[in-house]
């Protein structure tokens, strides 16, 4: 089953708009990553935040989460054509050791030129 | 070099073939994992390896067999696929063998079964 769930599924724009992604997830984790994927081909990791920050930014981006409501956001500002592709929160599963990812489902952003 | 490299990029098999896929990196990493996507789905974990040890098995079927005969090499041998196996096979690293690190991901195999 997915852990993350992201809200909207399919985001359009224009460019130079703010784009704002939202996750949800069920269970306890260590940390929240997101990741972008252009065309069905490898994913990009965007920024890492650990469950005991509640914000960071890198460059455009700004990633918020709240443990207590199990949410993240993903917020890009000053959108471009480039940033049309899908983004991924993903979550480890809140167990120590070795371990992968639990991805959303994802949202599908088009930057509109 | 922060590349994870796969090959083949795209791949069509009959349901009798046997053929595999290659994953290589060489950032020291000692952790590698193959997951698989299908179209509009998010990507979902197959096999954790940790210091080329395999860690977890998310219960995929035996006609996926990973190996990994070093610490920069993990290939996927498939044997007897079915057409619902097609897919994109992602292949991705991390330093350490746990969620709480960047992954680094390949471009990934398109599969084909026919």
């Known amino acids: 089953s997915q852990q993350g769930e992201e809200d909207p599924q399919a985001l359009s724009i224009q460019e130079g708009e703010n784009a704002t992604m939202n996750c949800s997830y069920k269970?306890?984790?260590?940390?929240l990553q997101w990741y972008r994927q252009n065309s069905g081909r490898g994913l990009v990791h965007l920024i890492l935040?650990?469950?005991?920050?509640r914000e960071k930014h890198s460059g455009r981006l700004r990633v918020t989460l709240d443990t207590s409501k199990k949410s993240s956001s993903l917020l890009i500002t000053a959108s471009r054509a480039a940033d049309t592709a899908s983004y991924f929160c993903?979550?480890?599963?809140?167990?120590?050791?070795?371990?992968?990812?639990?991805f959303g489902k994802g949202t599908h952003l088009i930057i509109q030129p | 070099d922060t590349e994870v490299t796969q090959t083949p990029k795209h791949l069509v098999m009959g349901m009798t073939n046997k053929k595999s896929l290659k994953c290589e990196q060489h950032?020291?990493?000692?952790?590698m994992y193959w997951y698989k996507q299908k179209a509009k789905k998010p990507p979902e974990l197959m096999f954790v390896?940790?210091?080329?040890?395999?860690?977890i098995n998310e219960s995929v079927p035996s006609r996926f067999s990973p190996e990994c005969p070093n610490s920069s090499l993990l290939n996927l041998h498939l044997h007897a696929l079915q057409p619902e196996d097609s897919a994109l096979y992602l292949c991705?690293?991390?330093?350490?063998?746990?969620?709480?690190?960047?992954?680094?991901f390949g471009p990934g195999t398109r599969l084909t079964v026919t």
């Open positions: 991705a690293s991390s330093q350490v063998p746990t969620a709480n690190y960047e992954q680094y």
């Open positions: 269970t306890s984790i260590n940390n």
């Open positions: 935040i650990r469950s005991n920050e």
């Open positions: 993903a979550t480890d599963r809140g167990r120590g050791g070795a371990d992968g990812l639990t």
């Open positions: 950032m020291g990493h000692r952790a």
């Open positions: 390896y940790s210091y080329e040890k395999l860690s």
